[in-house]
């Protein structure tokens, strides 16, 4: 089945710092999802991603689905950032492959 | 904007007692999705649901697991004889159209 491997698999910043988390994918996908894990556990959907760019405030995402990978990037890092983002794809309806996140810790 | 809720956000339940997770799909939707998350670790799939039917299921989808969709509406998923590895947060989860899949708020089970 499709692997994906997410990197750094922990991040420490200092507040106002800018950060930039990798997904990489072993094969072509049709949906790509980047997801903050807030402290209640919830997961957050941030971006639906397939290809191409999307911005949202400080974040924004690329996936370039040729070279099979997509980056998270955070600019102006809140200590509200903190918690782990998953990456997670599919090849169709089918069922999301998740990576195993990346822990994000923003200082004061 | 629709969402999918889940209910309850927690439950403590005794090993070997029968445990229903309920879910409540965005409306038109036509794919449906557990998933799990054991603590520290990264989220599962469990088991889709196509028309009324299993579509897919992980080897974590054992004769312990069952889907319904009894009304329309709902989306379960009951445990029958619950173990302490059960313990976890579970996901649902549906799709319409395009292939983003819309996660509700999970369900924190704690099996003791």
């Known amino acids: 089945g499709i692997q994906v491997e997410q990197s750094p698999p922990d991040l420490i910043l200092q507040e106002g710092a800018n950060s930039t988390l990798r997904c990489n994918f072993s094969?072509?996908?049709?949906?790509l999802q980047w997801f903050h894990q807030n402290p209640w556990g919830q997961l957050i959907n941030l971006f639906y991603?397939?290809?191409g760019t999307k911005q949202n405030g400080r974040l924004s995402a690329t996936t370039v689905a040729t070279e099979r990978y997509s980056l998270l990037y955070i600019s102006s890092s809140q200590t509200t950032d903190s918690g782990v983002y998953f990456c997670?794809?599919?090849?169709?309806?089918?069922?999301?492959?998740f990576g195993q996140g990346t822990r994000l810790t923003i200082n004061p | 904007e629709p969402e999918v809720t889940q209910t309850p956000s927690h439950q403590v339940t005794q090993m070997g007692q029968e445990v229903i997770l309920r879910c409540v799909p965005i409306s038109n939707h036509l794919y449906f999705y557990w998933y799990r998350q054991i603590l520290g670790q990264k989220v599962e799939f469990l088991v889709s649901?196509?028309?009324?039917?299993?579509?897919?299921k992980s080897e974590i989808f054992d004769d312990q697991f069952s889907v319904e969709r009894p009304d329309g509406s709902n989306f379960t998923l009951k445990i029958r004889s619950t173990k302490l590895e059960d313990s976890a947060m579970y996901f649902c989860?549906?799709?319409?159209?395009?292939?983003?899949?819309?996660f509700g708020p999970g369900t924190r089970l704690t099996v003791t």
């Open positions: 989860a549906s799709i319409y159209g395009t292939y983003e899949q819309y």
């Open positions: 094969d072509s996908v049709n949906n």
């Open positions: 997670a794809v599919t090849q169709g309806a089918q069922k999301l492959v």
């Open positions: 991603i397939p290809s």
């Open positions: 649901f196509y028309n009324n039917e299993i579509s897919e």
